[in-house]
């Protein structure tokens, strides 16, 4: 069974970073692609950024492009979301997600129902 454990949340103020860390376990970590979704209080679960299985294709939420970075260490079995120039729109809980589907469908809004697994969640809060 496959477990993720998400890290590196916490309160920063607008214009910050933070980086978001993500270790997969329980299979073969460089068969999965990644993905990272986030849920803010009364909102849907959304896309933010996902990873093919070789780190080779990355994709990104049009919100988040140009400011957050999704990487993969298949070597430490972690996948990781640098987080910049953060707005208060980014408050949420950031979830990490792995599935064996191809990076580029994490972003199709009825993929959130498909994920294989998810991590509990970390929590983002940006203050103005």
């Known amino acids: 069974q496959v477990q993720l454990v998400e890290s590196g949340g916490g309160l920063v103020q607008a214009g910050g970073s933070l980086r978001l860390s993500c270790v997969f376990s329980?299979?073969?970590?460089?068969?999965?692609?990644m993905g990272w979704f986030r849920q803010a209080p009364g909102k849907e679960r959304e896309f933010v950024a996902s990873?093919?299985?070789?780190?080779?294709?990355?994709y990104y939420a049009d919100s988040v492009k140009g400011r957050f970075t999704i990487s993969r260490d298949n070597a430490k079995n972690t996948v990781y979301l640098q987080m910049n120039s953060l707005k208060p729109e980014d408050t949420a809980v950031y979830y990490c997600?792995?599935?064996?589907?191809?990076?580029?469908?994490?972003?199709?809004?009825?993929?959130?129902?498909?994920?294989?697994?998810w991590g509990q969640g970390t929590q983002v809060t940006v203050s103005s």
């Open positions: 329980g299979r073969t970590f460089s068969s999965y692609a």
């Open positions: 997600a792995a599935d064996m589907s191809a990076a580029s469908r994490f972003s199709r809004p009825s993929h959130v129902g498909m994920v294989d697994y």
């Open positions: 990873i093919s299985w070789s780190g080779d294709s990355t």
